[in-house]
Each structure stands twice: as C-alpha cells, then as structure tokens.
C-alpha cells in the first residue's frame, strides 16, 4: 500500500522553458552560459548554485567570467535564470491538495535560491491564502542541504526524518537517473517527464 508521495518541483509541477531562458542569457550577452542551459549542462556555476556553495552574488560574478562579453547587472543574470521556470498549473495545484487527503506528500527538489524563492512568492501562492506549506509535510532543497539528487543520501535522509518505509513511498520525477538512484534505496519510482502524467495516477 502506497502511503508517501515525493515530488520533484522542476518539469513535474513548474513548467521549464529552456529556449526563453537561453534567449535571455543571450540578450545580456551571455552566450556561453546560454550554451550551458541549452544543453542542460549542470557544471561549473549551476552545480554550485545548486548545493549552496555559492551565494546569487557570487553566482552572478561567475556567470561574467564565464561570459567576458556579458553586459547584466546581478538583477538581469537573476532574471534571465529565473525564466527557466514559467508557470504551476493551478490544476496541479488542486491535484496536490486532493492527494495530501490521502498521502503524506512531501517535494525533494534539486534547485537554487533564485528558483525557489520565485517558487514560494509566485508559484505556490496563486490560491488565495495557501502557500507552500499547505501543499507539502516538508519540502526538501538541494541548496539548503548541501546535496542533490542523484545522490542515494539525499534520498535516504528524506526516508530517515520522516520515519517513511520505502516500499509505501512513491517518488515522481521527470528524470531516469532521479528515479533510478530513489529505486536503488527501495522507493518506487514514476517517471514522469511531462508533468502532466501523475495526475490521477495515485
């Protein structure tokens, strides 16, 4: 019996688009880090971003020297980032709150200051007097604990504090190495690469 659902934020509740994200990198005159986004390469400035090693400042000031001929200010580089995501779907916002009637529901997120606090000021606030912790026991970022996903231990610790058995916890996520590395600590795993596919699946 499922009892634990895990989700993943990006492509599984928020819409990515990559070509808007790559087009404002370009505008500032950072191609080289558009080339990056295009090809979805998590190296360098974005990995670091993504377990908290660096701050927005220092991430800004990376993207110049990655980029020489960038002409952002930190406001525009954190702009031109934060247009990767674009919307939640308040239909999938419905969908969580009807399966938190029925799970434990739970978000383990391989993210970043700029995308999370868009999330939790926009995304998860378009009911009216909801926010992210009306949708979510607890949610989980890579960024504030220093670890991402495909990592075994990220996954681990989610199971450890909340007392979760793995084979009564599903975890979504568009990602095959994401699903691969949950299934290899005995969570089930639902692949889900067009954020529309869990609906009504649990």
Request: proline share 3%; hydrophobic share 40%; charged share 30%.
């Amino acid at each position: 019996m499922i009892k634990n659902l895990i989700f993943d934020f990006g492509g599984v509740l928020v819409n990515l688009e990559k070509d808007i994200c790559v087009a404002e990198f370009k505008k500032i005159n950072a191609e080289e880090v558009a080339h990056y986004v295009d090809f979805c390469i998590q190296e360098d400035l974005f990995h670091e971003l993504e377990i908290g090693a660096i701050s927005v400042p220092q991430f800004c000031e990376e993207v110049r020297k990655k980029a020489p001929r960038c002409t952002g200010t930190d406001e525009q580089i954190v702009r031109a980032w934060a247009s990767l995501l674009t919307e939640v779907p308040v239909h999938r916002l419905a969908a969580l709150l009807e399966l938190k009637e029925k799970y434990r529901i739970f978000l383990l997120s391989n993210t970043n200051e700029i995308h999370w606090e868009l999330a939790e000021d926009v995304f998860f606030c378009q009911v009216e007097g909801l926010g992210v912790e009306d949708y979510f026991e607890k949610s989980y970022l890579s960024y504030e604990l220093g670890m991402i996903k495909p990592s075994k231990e990220i996954f681990e610790l989610v199971l450890k504090e909340n007392g979760l058995n793995p084979e009564e916890t599903v975890f979504i996520d568009d990602s095959p190495k994401n699903c691969a590395a949950a299934e290899s600590v005995g969570i089930k795993a639902f692949h889900s690469p067009t954020g529309e596919d869990w609906i009504g699946k649990f």
